[in-house]
């Protein structure tokens, strides 16, 4: 069953707020409700909003982010309470819910965008769960019921997964954020710093403050793994920053911080470049910029909830603002699914710049770190007296830190040329990153000169250069085109070559000498006088 958007706009105007454009809104089942939302991007660059309802998990086609449409249903325990995780080609479905599928569930999202299957469903360890983090092939369930610790599944098999630990050094915990060998885990209280460097024997390292009030409810860490960002969901701190540069120790370098004018609880939090991503309940989506992690400044929200921005839990639950569009998917409790467009840059911090030369071609390499939210680069050469575009590499809008890019020029004349790139942002604008300059002398072509001395006897040299490294073959044929000698028949790499052939055992006669590399070929008439 499809459901087609139903547009709450005029269908040639997009609405904004403050630096957030509404590009959609899709509800789909108002009468039941929804929870949290995660991503999804296929092999052909399709995008998804995996939506949390109370009923089941709805996943829609948000590729064309103005024209959402569900493609798919999963059908679960009836809950208040849903958290869904991707990894590879499947999703991870967990819930608080109590009835039929309830556990683990495994959905295969290879098929889509046609549908979506249900192919395992889970309860060998917890039939129960509250959130669930994927990260580097493992699964970290968290809040399930006899415990409320944190499961560790190895995804290797990823429809049947295998437990490698349950860890329960921690209180109750509600949520974790995962990164390579390390957890941070929101434990009632207090933060924790727990190592899984062993998945089969997690250590505890370090414990947060415990601060009057507050409820330790989930969190993101800085790009750079220094500054955590916990959310306490209770409206006392709303927002505090943490400096985890010594991991022994917690050092709080930002008490409190709360959208300005409201008094709406904090939910989640996803970090982005230097911008936090927040569904923030009965404020909508909130964003803030970290570009300075100890002084976080508001630059963005839209309000899915407008009938109040007081303390209750209505409104925005979840965030994604990880699709390669540079979209953001938003759920509303009440009103399901916002697709929405955050005006804001993220800067692409450009780490090199360089020019390969080999004879007529020039490669142009380049890398970026936080790569996370461009559209692509722009090429230009320059001219007499400015530069024009001469290619477009399109960003890989990947979560990678580290993104390495490549241009080639083919084909040029000898000269100097000036190459000029640009960072192409999603809403159009471009910014300078980098010059550089390169020199080509006398470039090498593809070429068979005429042998000297010609005529010839018995031997004579054959000059020929070739642009770029490939087989070679350059062989001699006699006017009814029998081949009487083969000179070069190996790969050779670019570059000019003189070869002598020798005709001391054929008569006197006209000969043929061809050359063959790549794609060309070549041929001259040879006289031999004896």
């Known amino acids: 069953m499809k459901f087609l958007l139903t547009f709450l706009f005029s269908a040639s105007v997009l609405f904004a707020q403050n630096n957030v454009t509404l590009l959609s809104n899709l509800n789909p089942y108002p009468s039941a409700g929804y929870n949290d939302i995660w991503g999804y991007v296929d092999g052909s660059g399709n995008e998804y909003a995996l939506l949390g309802v109370q009923t089941g998990t709805s996943i829609i086609n948000v590729t064309v982010p103005t024209n959402p449409v569900q493609v798919a249903f999963i059908p679960g325990p009836n809950s208040t309470w849903r958290d869904i995780k991707v990894h590879s080609t499947y999703a991870y479905i967990i819930t608080e819910g109590t009835g039929t599928g309830r556990g683990l569930q495994i959905v295969d999202l290879s098929q889509l965008p046609i549908t979506a299957t249900l192919v395992n469903t889970i309860e060998t360890w917890f039939t129960r769960a509250h959130n669930i983090f994927i990260d580097n092939g493992f699964a970290y369930v968290i809040g399930t019921n006899n415990g409320g610790g944190m499961h560790i599944l190895d995804l290797s098999n990823p429809v049947n997964p295998t437990r490698t630990f349950y860890y329960t050094g921690s209180d109750y915990i509600h949520d974790v954020y995962v990164w390579n060998d390390t957890v941070v885990a929101a434990a009632d209280d207090s933060y924790d710093l727990i190592s899984v460097s062993n998945k089969f024997s997690p250590q505890l390292l370090s414990v947060s403050l415990i601060l009057p009030g507050i409820y ?315």
């Open 216 to 530: 330790a409810h989930s969190g993101w860490m800085t790009e750079d793994k220094r500054y955590f960002i916990g959310t306490e969901e209770f409206n006392v701190r709303d927002i505090t920053v943490w400096d985890l540069s010594d991991r022994s120790s917690w050092n709080l370098v930002v008490p409190t911080w709360q959208n300005p004018g409201s008094t709406s609880y904090v939910h989640n939090l996803f970090i982005l470049g230097d911008y936090a991503h927040i569904s923030y309940y009965t404020s909508g989506y909130v964003v803030i910029d970290i570009s300075d992690p100890t002084n976080p400044q508001l630059a963005g929200q839209y309000d899915t909830y407008p009938q109040n921005n007081g303390g209750t839990y209505n409104g925005a639950w979840g965030c994604y603002p990880y699709l390669p569009s540079g979209n953001t998917l938003i759920s509303d409790i009440q009103t399901g699914l916002y697709v929405l467009k955050f005006n804001g840059t993220i800067p692409v911090e450009l780490t090199s710049f360089t020019a390969e030369v080999s004879n007529a071609t020039v490669t142009l390499n380049w890398g970026t770190s936080s790569e996370k939210n461009n559209q692509g680069f722009e090429v230009q050469r320059k001219n007499e007296s400015d530069y024009y575009t001469i290619g477009f590499v399109e960003g890989n809008g990947t979560t990678t830190e580290i993104s390495d890019y490549s241009f080639i020029d083919k084909n040029l004349q000898s000269g100097t040329y000036h190459y000029r790139l640009k960072q192409v942002d999603f809403d159009g604008s471009t910014s300078l990153s980098e010059e550089v300059m390169v020199e080509i002398a006398n470039p090498v072509s593809f070429v068979l000169n005429q042998n000297y001395p010609n005529p010839f006897n018995p031997s004579t040299n054959i000059k020929f250069s070739i642009p770029s490294s490939g087989f070679v073959n350059l062989s001699v044929y006699n006017l009814v085109g029998e081949k009487v000698s083969e000179i070069v028949n190996e790969i050779l790499p670019e570059g000019e070559y003189n070869m002598i052939f020798d005709a001391s055992n054929l008569a006197s006669g006209i000969y043929i000498a061809k050359l063959y590399a790549d794609n060309y070929n070549q041929s001259i008439k040879m006289t031999l006088l004896k």
